[in-house]
């Protein structure tokens, strides 16, 4: 009689859901597509770090970032002695608590007006039309604002002449610099930015506004008592992430606006970066002009993180 060894078969080894390994072998596919994106994270937000080291030396080609000579603080203090260090600091501060002022609570507001709308249909029009404008890039939202503003054949300056009024030089006038940038700011980014608080609006209990109701209080007393409150956490996390960029203005709309005569108004940190680094190639000054912006923005974002947290018990950390 011929004994046969009986196969013993290792079970398969079995992963709790929720485990990395697990989440990996059933949604591999996702973790590829991120591959791409996490790529690109690291090309272009972590490999710089490293050559932040240049701010501190005197960087050159030649000597690459390892043989050029250490220069210490040199840079920082060439700019703060800079004589238009006062202008630029100061335009970076008053355009972007101007964007804070105006700017942040404009999607708040929409977002609110739309979750009064009663009919379905217009409130899905209106959403569709305001996030058009995010997708239009910076380039043709300038080309747009010159249209409109044109001294010759803009709807705005035609309006103002019919009125009997002069004509307004917008694109010259540095006065005008800055509400332009502002208003074009809000146009853009309302309907895009309003997304994450009709989110919050969405997920607000219908039965704390039915409590108001039963408590006396009409539309406006449940937006105050009911509506503000759920959507504070949202507002205040919003509110932190927007200061940490408190003085980072977008390089690329004013320099597209930029010209000779609004220069005392439009030269920003973002432009002067710019031209000390690309146009006159003194890599170092501006990386230490870039990390001066970045030190800044992360001890304001700290600073109003601790505030926030312990006032409000709100907190990005």
Known sequence: MVERNAAVRKPARKYHSGTFIYSLTHDGALYVMLLFPIAIAITFRYVPIGYLAIAFEDYNFVDGLFGSPWVGLRWFIKFFTYRKFGLIFGNTLKISFGS??????????FALMLNETKNLRFKKAIQTVSYLPYFVSTVIVVGMMNQLVSPTTGFINEVIRALGHDTVMFNTEPQYFRPMYIISG??????????????????????????????????FGKMIH????????????????????????????????????????????????????????????????????????????????TI?????????W
């Not at 932190?240 to 004013?254: D, P, Q, S």
């Not at 940190?269 to 003194?282: A, D, H, L, N, S």
């Not at 926030?308 to 990005?316: E, G, H, Q, V, Y």
């Open 100 to 109: 804070l002022l105006f700017g942040f609570p404009a999607p708040i507001i």
């Open 186 to 219: 809000i146009w853009s980014g309302l309907g895009y930015s309003s997304i994450l608080y009709l989110s919050a609006l969405a997920g607000i209990s219908q039965e704390l506004y039915e409590a108001a109701e039963v408590d006396g209080a009409g539309r």
């Open 226 to 305: 009911v509506t503000l409150p759920g959507i504070l956490p949202t507002i205040m996390i919003l509110l932190l992430m927007r200061l940490g960029t408190l003085i980072t203005v977008g390089f690329e709309k004013a320099y597209l606006m930029q010209n000779d005569l609004n220069l005392k108004t439009s030269e920003i940190i973002g432009t002067f970066v710019y031209k000390q680094g690309i146009v006159r190639m003194e890599y170092s000054y501006s990386a230490a002009v870039d990390l001066f912006q970045s030190v800044v923005n992360l001890v304001l974002v700290t600073l109003f993180n």
């Open 308 to 316: 926030s947290r312990k006032a409000a018990d709100i907190s990005l």
